[in-house]
């Protein structure tokens, strides 16, 4: 059998060419560019815009057997819209089989709810219609309807492992209750294959899914723990996740589409019994073993992770552990020593580089942690601190608006923190600034957040570092200041766990505290 194959470079579409010439049929791909082609004995590529259709595709298709339709986009562009993609590409390939003489068309759509939604979306609106079009074409059709589809470069495992490695909190879409049912892209285009070569499949449709019904939420609960990573599902109204989807969408690769959304959010399931008794299908689960063999390779989202734990933590936080029993008399000691000598000056520099005198030998003397190696400069560890202070300076910036317009006394109270600066010679404060930074890292990142995390994990460690510093600027009286010390404090402290790197935390201290008090942005 000679097969056109339309979206043959695509991801279902490469499975399906491997599949027919696995089979012995002859395959003539059809794409509009070069982009996934893979040359194979027995495979022709033929570069035809399937959407446009017309004499091209007719010539294109002349001579073949049957048409395979993969089409689909997960997002409308400005060249195609789903209507034009799901359906008006239907009419041209049933058009151009027409004038070609071909017949035999097997449709590969996708599965949907239990139950139609009222409002399905564009996306599986046009699903829809572009099935009701191939019922109508005149040709001898077949429709497959796939769950999610799991398989090497699908957007389903591989954008759920760079999630889950990008962080360790999940938002489920109403909690992650629809119910889903995973199908390996192997089995879909066995389907394909089967439909092909059986004449009783001819006017028939059939739910390719998975043997399992899963929801959402064990779905990525299973992705997390075959991967190892610990994971918490946050549920999350999906209008509100939706305004978040539509910006994603902006960029090249999206990790979730508005359409994805509305699927995980519905659900996908069908009944995979007519599949397996007529085409003789029987699907495989989404077992670990696969869920690790498609994840392998796959980077956090962005390139960038925000969780603290990785591959050496034992290691690294095992050079930690012996500082925790110092924590729980350092920090009391360390607050009330502040307080004392608030009693003692009003001058703010004064008081804060008398308490670090004390404080900094103590945390160096009695907390055992691999203070060398957290202080060890490097040129990677310097581009991490300035890329850093950029993000907290204009997360400082959102966040003294929002403070500005609850509590308009704010101002009057930072007003008062700039006064600060004039309290010094301006030499002696550009020498004192990096100084009394340098200090704090060593007591409340060093000492506190690198000390609990060695116990109780980083994301506590960065909670009571931000905690003990917030409460060490109580003593200053301004609940401005005091904000502004958790925030920036749990952002150092994640930072400095997060590069295994106080130097880091430096550069990015010291940038903020200077961009703060010379261009006042707050």
Same mark, same amino acid.
């Given at each position: ?273 007519? %599949? ?5 299908? *029987?699907?495989?689960? @989404?077992? $670990? =073993?696969?869920? #690790?063999?498609? !994840? +392998? ?97 204009? %997360? ?5 608006? *929002?403070?500005?317009? @609850?509590? $308009? =006394?704010?101002? #009057?109270?930072? !007003? +008062? ?106």
């Amino acid at each position: 059998m000679r097969v056109a194959v339309a979206g043959a470079s695509g991801f279902i579409g490469q499975a399906t060419v491997a599949a027919l010439l696995q089979a012995g049929h002859e395959v003539v791909g059809l794409s509009r560019g070069r982009r996934g082609r893979a040359e194979r004995a027995g495979l022709t590529w033929r570069e035809v815009d399937v959407g446009r259709g017309g004499p091209e595709l007719a010539a294109a298709i002349a001579g073949c057997t049957a048409v395979v339709n993969l089409v689909g986009i997960k997002r409308p562009e400005r060249e195609q819209s789903f209507a034009a993609a799901h359906v008006a590409t239907v009419e041209a390939i049933a058009a151009a089989m027409q004038a070609a003489g071909v017949r035999r068309l097997v449709h590969v759509s996708v599965a949907g709810p239990r139950a139609e939604p009222r409002d399905p979306g564009p996306y599986m609106a046009s699903k829809r219609a572009g099935e009701r079009t191939v019922m109508s074409s005149g040709t001898d059709w077949t429709i497959l309807r796939p769950g999610p589809v799991a398989g090497p470069g699908d957007d389903f495992v591989r954008n759920l492992a760079a999630t889950i490695r990008h962080a360790g909190v999940f938002p489920a879409p109403d909690g992650g209750r629809a119910p889903l049912m995973p199908v390996l892209v192997e089995d879909v285009a066995l389907a394909v294959v089967a439909a092909l070569e059986r004449p009783a499949a001819i006017g028939r449709s059939y739910d390719v899914v998975g043997p399992e019904i899963l929801t959402l939420r064990e779905v990525v609960q299973r992705v997390a723990d075959a991967i190892g990573l610990p994971l918490t599902l946050v549920p999350c109204p999906a209008p509100l996740l939706a305004v978040a989807v539509t910006a994603l969408e902006k960029l090249p690769d999206p990790l979730l589409t508005r359409a994805q959304l509305g699927l995980l959010r519905h659900g996908l399931v069908g009944d995979p019994g007519p %599949a397996a008794a007529e085409l003789g299908v *029987v699907t495989r689960p @989404l077992g $670990p =073993e696969r869920i #690790v063999a498609l !994840a +392998a390779g796959v980077e956090p989202w962005l390139g960038l992770s925000l969780r603290l734990r990785r591959g050496d933590e034992d290691m690294f936080f095992r050079t930690c552990s012996k500082g925790l029993v110092h924590v729980a008399w350092l920090v009391p000691l360390a607050i009330a020593l502040i307080w004392a000598l608030g009693g003692l000056t009003e001058h703010v520099w004064y008081r804060m580089l008398a308490a670090n005198l004390v404080l900094v030998p103590l945390c160096l003397a009695t907390v055992r942690l691999p203070w060398a190696a957290l202080w060890r400069p490097s040129g990677r560890a310097l581009l991490q601190g300035v890329l850093a202070a950029i993000v907290l300076l204009a %997360a400082g910036w959102v966040g003294s608006r *929002v403070l500005f317009a @609850l509590t $308009p =006394e704010a101002r #009057v109270e930072v !007003a +008062a923190v700039y006064g600060w600066v004039t309290l010094l010679p301006a030499w002696v404060a550009a020498l004192l600034l990096p100084l009394i930074a340098a200090a704090e890292e060593v007591v409340w990142r060093g000492a506190v957040a690198f000390a609990v995390a060695s116990r109780v994990g980083p994301w506590w460690g960065a909670g009571a570092s931000a905690a003990a510093f917030a409460l060490a600027h109580v003593s200053l009286g301004v609940p401005a200041l005091v904000v502004a010390a958790a925030g920036a404090g749990f952002f150092w402290a994640w930072l400095g766990l997060k590069t295994r790197s106080l130097f880091a935390v430096l550069v990015c201290h010291v940038l903020w505290d200077a961009c703060v008090a010379v261009l006042r942005l707050y």
